[in-house]
């Protein structure tokens, strides 16, 4: 029996993750630290979410310098990685602050009621946990351990996907992605500010 197939592949349901560095960040490093570190005395209990061991602050006014740093990055990171409709605007619905010692970390989650969320680093090392991006938690993924190392880096064909704490770094993701965040193993806390973006 002779066959005559026409094979084709398509490659469907990315998730676009948007890395930007901030080269000048150490410039106005110390000013969110201050700020971090403020909003940490203001309310010394903090929320109690997906952080383990963490401190979490509640949701910051939509006003002032770290909220503005913030709003522009984003912007500039989507409108620059992402190709939106005419007349699409952004906002960010909300924002916070994480401030992790040794050990802390932040349990698998979601952020439901938006379209993007990210975290904006402004303090840790390699050692200070990385993030995790998985898609697919409830899925079977060993299929993936099939399939060559080339095939893998050519078409990231990964259950999921790490970041380190870079400094200045700001990290934008698609909200339903379940995430979680390793334990900080060094002795310098991780302090980073989370957000939402509703887009409209």
């Known amino acids: 029996m002779l066959r005559e197939n026409r094979i084709h592949s398509e490659f469907w349901f990315p998730q676009q993750v948007i890395i930007s560095d901030d080269s000048n960040f150490k410039k106005v490093k110390n000013k969110f630290l201050d700020y971090c570190k403020g909003e940490y005395k203001k309310d010394v209990k903090g929320e109690d979410k997906s952080n383990s061991l963490g401190w979490q602050s ?5 006003k002032g310098v770290v909220y503005e740093y913030i709003k522009q990055g984003m912007e500039a990171c ?3 990685q992402i190709n939106f409709k005419e007349n699409i605007t952004f906002s960010l619905s909300n924002y916070w602050v994480n401030i992790s010692p040794k050990y802390a970390s932040n ?3 979601f952020h439901g009621g938006s379209d ?5 680093y402004i303090q840790g090392d390699k050692n200070c946990g990385t993030i995790n991006l998985n898609p697919h938690l409830s899925c079977n993924t060993t299929w993936m351990d099939s399939v060559t190392d080339e095939y893998k880096t050519a078409y990231h064909i990964y259950p999921s996907a790490q970041f380190e704490a870079v400094e200045g770094r700001m990290i934008l993701f698609p909200s339903y992605v379940m995430h979680k965040v390793h334990p900080n193993l060094s002795s310098k806390e991780r302090i980073s500010i989370a957000f939402n973006i509703r887009f409209h």
């Open 58 to 62: 509640g949701n910051l006014p939509s």
């Open 78 to 80: 989507l409108r620059s």
């Open 107 to 109: 349990d698998y989650h």
């Open 116 to 120: 993007y969320s990210g975290c904006l």
